[in-house]
């Protein structure tokens, strides 16, 4: 079993619509979490961190639930630009030592 | 300000052959990254440096790969007898605080 898994989609969504992907960790001693985001043939960039109260970013939100060892990413309002590889990373805790899943691929459509 | 870069951008090599891969930080990142993205896949962890020094190598795939950072800035990752397995996007990613930041890659095509 991986240690981060994520659904690779693809995720289909029209434009306006609201989208939430989910990705579960296995590894209980992990303390931080992260979402970034992958354009085709780019380098990944920072979304947004997760925090254990959950937090927003505008259309953004991202949720923790420890009991259950996932993290969440809701998109509203989907837009032609959101249209990319959602990756969620998990860094144990006392390392930097960062756990990449292998990504979800979401495709919003006009 | 600059953001992490890498060299080449692309490099097409001959199995069996030695390549070197670069990667120039943010400067006075202290902690860097590298990391390896076959297609379709997830990027695989392959060694993090806090300054000069290495306290995490667990990822590099066998004795064929080395890498080293000097002056606490500039790495370099060494594919030595290069296999057709090793064609991927090599990532080279500095840290501040708890975000890293990445360069563009290196594709490395071994033929």
């Known amino acids: 079993r991986k240690e981060v898994e994520q659904d690779p989609g693809p995720f289909n969504v029209p434009e306006g619509a609201t989208v939430a992907f989910n990705c579960t960790y296995s590894n209980s001693a992990s303390q931080s979490f992260f979402w970034y985001r992958q354009d085709c043939r780019k380098e990944p960039k920072l979304l947004m961190s997760?925090?254990?109260s959950g937090n927003e970013d505008g259309r953004f939100t991202a949720q923790l639930n420890r009991a259950s060892q996932y993290i969440s990413l809701l998109i509203r309002d989907s837009k032609l630009s959101d249209s990319a590889t959602y990756l969620c990373v998990v860094a144990r805790t006392g390392t930097y030592k960062y756990i990449f899943g292998t990504g979800t691929r979401l495709k919003v459509l006009a | 300000g600059a953001g992490v870069s890498q060299s080449p951008s692309n490099k097409v090599t001959e199995k069996g052959k030695d390549v070197e891969l670069r990667c120039d930080p943010i400067s006075g990142h202290t902690a860097l990254y590298w990391y390896r993205q076959s297609l379709g896949q997830g990027l695989e962890f392959l060694i993090y440096?806090?300054?000069?020094?290495?306290?995490?190598k667990s990822g590099l795939p066998s004795d064929r790969f080395s890498a080293e950072r000097t002056g606490g800035s500039v790495s370099t990752l060494t594919i030595q007898r290069t296999q057709q397995e090793d064609s991927a996007v090599y990532l080279c990613?500095?840290?501040?605080?708890?975000?890293?930041?990445f360069g563009p890659g290196t594709r490395l095509t071994v033929l």
């Open positions: 990613a500095s840290r501040e605080n708890n975000e890293q930041f």
């Open positions: 997760v925090y254990s």
């Open positions: 440096f806090q300054g000069n020094s290495a306290p995490d």
